[in-house]
């Protein structure tokens, strides 16, 4: 069952109608202070550590510490967000930053802080903000309605964007008046109240009726699934082309206050609060541009005109001109960025819904981070014109990766998990660990009627390979061209039964579209086989089996 996007925005009320709901407006609310406090946290950590070391290696180290854990730290985060409850995952991750920043704050304070311990701490707190990312935006969807989905992400990087707009410069403020050690304590305090909305909520949790996944075997899967879902492999990819194309704007804009504009500290403050107003102010359209124009030709019309801002900045030698144009940068990034985590969040089941979501927070990292140190490089090797101008020149050329590339179009397709009613006979004593499992299904099929089969079933190809199948293929008899046979791989019994589970409405149309080709009927044939069964085989009756946690079929 799909359906427009356009049609369920009707009701959708307005970039602010997601805080009528108590549960997402409490949560957002208290976002705004832990946001605020994590950049308090970067003010004072690089303030503290000129203090204590002359290096300014030292001093750059911070921000990497801060930004590492969202590279490395995410994506497992997502893995562990989709195996259990995303609300305790969320309060484990604030929980341990408040803690790491409570004890910093102590350690400076009695002045043990050295220059690698305080790294040391920036790393830990940026982990906690990193398990606690993924589980928060998984769960947005569970605390709005879906109508409310797009203002909901929108309004997720305003909280980020007004914390950034005036951060630094009150962390700065603080940082003067009561120095660096009290700012580490203010950041414990400030994501108590998140954590408190966490606790408060009382969020319905549905355990799996299978145990959980191996941490590495969930990460894959989420992977592969993003793999063979076309809208968020697309999506994947656009957004890494423009983090890796439009990195320069933060990245140099030191560099721009300084040689360009022939400005001091001050004016690299209003260009990073003109580029935070511009995004604040684009979140608050992205539902009405949804509204009116697709996805994809919004993100071109975005890339364009971020490109055009770019080439404006490197050209200019006005302080109003360059603002204007950060502004500008600020309102097309944040537009792009929300627009294609939506495509992300109304592609992706819940089962995989963190999972897509950290892989789409580690392509923008990694498309920002790459793209910063190569545009750096750029600009040593010419000048910091140069690289701005060929910036813009390369972002807007992503525009055209919608050539190759498109955006899936804004359908809503029924993502929701169902039960399959029919229980495969086991007859074998199976532990979740048995395996491989080799599942062959058998079609009959009008010879007349082949090429139309065959293009259903590399549609099923994809679905099976996204939920968790490998090694997919399908075979046509030679003897009779009727008899078709689609065959493919799991790794272990647990996984099959994984793989059942993870079924949605939408893929299970495309099942019961190729059944439609079948002139058996009900009579499809599926075999289920354990390759390699030797432990199923027993040498004597009475002997011990290892893995009798024998495990009947638990239907989905």
């Excluded at 660990?433 to 007349?448: F, K, L, M, N």
């Excluded at 078709?484 to 099959?496: A, F, I, N, S, V």
């Amino acid at each position: 069952m799909a359906g427009t996007a356009h049609a369920e925005h009707d009701n959708a009320g307005g970039a602010f109608a997601p805080l009528q709901e108590p549960v997402f407006r409490r949560i957002w609310s208290a976002s705004l202070f832990s946001n605020f406090g994590q950049l308090f946290l970067g003010v004072g950590a690089a303030w503290e550590m000129t203090r204590l070391s002359d290096e300014p290696s030292m001093v750059a180290l911070v921000q990497t510490a801060m930004m590492v854990p969202l590279m490395l730290v995410t994506v497992p985060a997502g893995a562990i967000a989709d195996m259990f409850d995303r609300r305790r995952i969320a309060m484990t991750g604030l929980g341990f930053s408040a803690v790491c920043a409570g004890t910093l704050a102590m350690i400076s304070h009695f002045d043990l802080i050295t220059p690698w311990l305080l790294l040391g701490f920036c790393v830990l707190i940026g982990a906690g903000v990193a398990l606690f990312s993924p589980s928060w935006q998984a769960s947005i969807p569970e605390q709005v309605s879906r109508a409310h989905l797009p203002a909901a992400v929108a309004l997720g990087t305003i909280s980020y964007n007004v914390a950034r707009s005036f951060g630094p410069a009150l962390g700065g403020v603080i940082v003067v008046i009561y120095g660096a050690k009290s700012v580490f304590g203010m950041t414990a305090l400030l994501y108590l109240p998140l954590l408190t909305a966490f606790f408060f909520w009382r969020r319905r949790h549905v355990p799996s009726r299978l145990p959980p996944e191996r941490i590495d075997r969930a990460i894959i899967g989420g992977a592969r699934y993003a793999l063979h879902a076309p809208a968020i492999r697309t999506a994947l990819l656009r957004v890494l082309a423009f983090g890796l194309s439009t990195a320069t704007a933060s990245a140099l804009a030191p560099l721009i206050a300084k040689d360009l504009l022939d400005g001091d500290a001050a004016t690299f403050g209003i260009l990073l609060g003109a580029q935070g107003i511009g995004a604040v102010t684009g979140a608050l359209f992205v539902s009405s541009i949804r509204e009116r124009i697709s996805t994809e030709w919004a993100v071109r019309i975005f890339a364009v005109g971020s490109g055009v801002a770019l080439v404006s900045i490197g050209f200019s030698h006005s302080l109003a001109v360059s603002c204007a144009a950060f502004l500008v940068v600020g309102a097309c990034n944040i537009l792009t960025i929300a627009m294609l985590n939506v495509t992300v969040q109304l592609s992706a089941p819940r089962w995989v819904t963190a999972r897509a979501l950290s892989l789409f927070s580690s392509a923008i990292t990694a498309g920002i981070g790459i793209g910063a140190w190569g545009w750096g490089v750029v600009a040593g090797e010419y000048d910091v014109a140069f690289a701005v101008i060929a910036s813009g020149i390369a972002v807007s050329a992503t525009s055209l990766l919608g050539l190759v590339l498109p955006i899936a179009k804004d359908e809503v397709l029924d993502n929701a998990s169902i039960e399959i009613g029919h229980e495969p006979e086991v007859s074998l004593g199976l532990s979740m660990r048995s395996g491989p499992v080799i599942v062959e299904v058998e079609y009959d099929v009008d010879p007349d009627r082949a090429r139309d089969f065959y293009g259903v079933m590399m549609k099923m190809q994809s679905m099976r390979k996204r939920i968790g199948a490998f090694q997919w293929s399908i075979a046509r008899d030679i003897a009779n061209p009727a008899l078709w046979t689609e065959r493919y791989h799991c790794p272990t019994w647990g996984d099959y039964l994984r793989m059942r589970d993870r079924y949605t409405q939408a893929d299970f149309a495309i099942q019961e579209e190729a059944d439609g080709y079948n002139r058996s009927g009900s009579e499809r044939r599926v075999r289920r086989r354990l390759e390699r069964p030797f432990g199923s085989v027993r040498w004597k009756a009475d002997s011990y089996d290892p893995h009798q946690e024998t495990v009947g079929f638990i239907t989905p």
